[in-house]
């Protein structure tokens, strides 16, 4: 199975509707995550074909749950999740955060290189941050108590934060939470997202 179809394949699994280059630009994502990961270190995996359910699908299993317009990735990393749902949609306006520059420096690439017109990048730490957004996502921001504690006054009222979690034994002692069990195309482990509706 080639690369492209691989990644076809994952995004029916997920229900992802087909659309003519959706499959192209992941690839080209990927390929350029790839490179740069040679010499910047920018992901431990380094097999591309794994890297299609670890990184991309992964990132899009959430992608039912993005009903909002403005969508902010704290501590996007390599652009993870918020490449591939931003070339998922490419009508919302997605803003990749993270205070590492070496890999705002590779999203800020990507974007030039895929030619994303709805993604902005800021190299920064979370609290220097003011703008409000429909939803707040990380797949990796440590504790889901940090994660809600640094992030919700970031949030549109009537928006959400969505934590990408290994564990769904986290809570917010006693705080609304919904916990969705994801079925990432690939991936053996469990995966689950936390959606806690801004207060």
């Known amino acids: 199975m080639t690369l492209s179809e691989n990644i076809q394949t994952g995004a029916r699994a997920l229900g992802i509707p087909e659309e003519g280059g959706l499959a192209g630009q992941l690839e080209e994502f990927l390929l350029l995550l790839s490179r ?3 010499v910047s270190n920018l992901s431990g ?8 359910s670890v990184h991309l699908m992964d990132s899009l299993s959430v992608w039912p749950f993005i009903t909002g317009n403005t969508v902010l990735d704290v501590g ?15 009508k919302k306006r997605f803003t990749l955060l ?6 705002t420096r590779f999203i800020h690439q990507a974007v030039i290189d895929l030619k994303l017109t709805n993604v902005d990048v800021i190299h920064a730490r979370v609290e220097t941050l003011e703008t409000k957004f429909d939803h707040v996502i990380s797949r990796a921001f440590g504790s889901l108590e940090l994660f809600v504690s640094m992030c919700e006054q970031l949030t549109e009222k009537g928006g959400n934060l969505l934590a990408m979690k290994s564990n769904k034994m986290e809570n917010l002692g ?26």
Do not use: Q, T
């Not at 380094?46 to 299609?52: E, G, P, R, S, W």
């Not at 990393?77 to 591939?84: E, N, T």
């Not at 993270?98 to 890999?103: A, L, Q, V, Y």
């Not at 006693?174 to 207060?199: F, W």
């Open 36 to 38: 740069w990961n040679r």
């Open 45 to 52: 995996i380094k097999d591309l074909n794994k890297m299609v």
């Open 76 to 90: 996007s990393g390599a652009g993870l999740p918020g490449i591939p749902l931003a070339i998922l949609y490419p």
């Open 98 to 103: 993270d205070s590492n520059g070496k890999k």
């Open 174 to 199: 006693g705080r609304e939470m919904n916990v969705h069990k994801l079925s990432v195309p690939g991936v053996e482990s469990e995966r689950y997202l936390m959606l806690i509706p801004a207060d």
